[in-house]
């Protein structure tokens, strides 16, 4: 987490789906649009299902350009867990998303539910446009200049040490691990896995 929020093209990037998911979607409320205010019973249910379904294959080109940018914002030894965090907010922003549409149904009624949703939404968009002005000045998918130039400045090095002409934060993190009290060296781990051999 903490290399995210340092990193602010991939916590702006992370932060933007988790908010406009959470505010704009309004799934849950599908089947009280069709019956009480559309008055279309199932068959306007499957219309309302299919046009999700092709905004859904639109925002197919949102994840794609923001998967691939966390990717390219993200050193090699770190990609698995930004990765991880990533994927938690994905998940946790389409639940949280339907319980907060279903308690602003209850509230403000459907429509104002999803209007309320909406105008949020796009006032998370104009502030992150504020905050994060690096991820809302990028006209490229390519790594911005302090990734590119911390994969250039990365040397070989003995991921086992975390020793070289420029640690990295593999290295770094082993030394983590070794200072807290209870937790064995990876590095260790793995002679004994391979003594018992």
């Known amino acids: 987490m903490r290399f995210i929020w340092q990193r602010k093209p991939v916590l702006g990037a992370v932060s933007l789906d988790l908010f406009a998911v959470l505010l704009g979607g309004a799934v ?9 205010i559309l008055h279309a019973g199932p068959w306007g249910l499957g219309l309302l299902r299919g046009a999700l379904a092709v905004s859904g294959a639109a925002d ?5 350009i923001r998967q ?26 389409n639940q949280l998303g339907e319980f907060e549409s279903g308690a602003t149904a209850a509230l403000l009624g459907p429509v104002g539910s999803v209007v309320a949703g909406g105008v949020g939404t796009v006032l998370v968009a104009l502030a992150w446009f504020r905050l994060f002005p690096r991820l809302a000045g990028r006209d490229r998918i390519e790594p911005s200049t302090p ?4 994969r250039n400045e990365m040397k070989p090095m003995d991921l086992r040490s975390g020793q070289g002409e420029n640690r990295s934060d593999t290295g770094r ?21 391979v003594s018992a051999h």
């Open 68 to 93: 691939t940018l966390v990717q390219l914002e993200t050193p090699d030894a770190m990609r698995g867990r930004v990765s991880a965090v990533n994927s938690i907010f994905i998940g946790a922003s």
């Open 173 to 193: 993190y082993r030394e983590d691990l070794q200072r807290r009290p209870g937790r064995k060296d990876a590095a260790s781990c793995s002679d004994i896995s």
């Open 60 to 64: 197919m080109v949102n994840v794609v």
């Open 147 to 150: 990734a590119r130039r911390y």
């Open 28 to 36: 849950a409320l599908l089947p009280l649009y069709a019956k009480e």
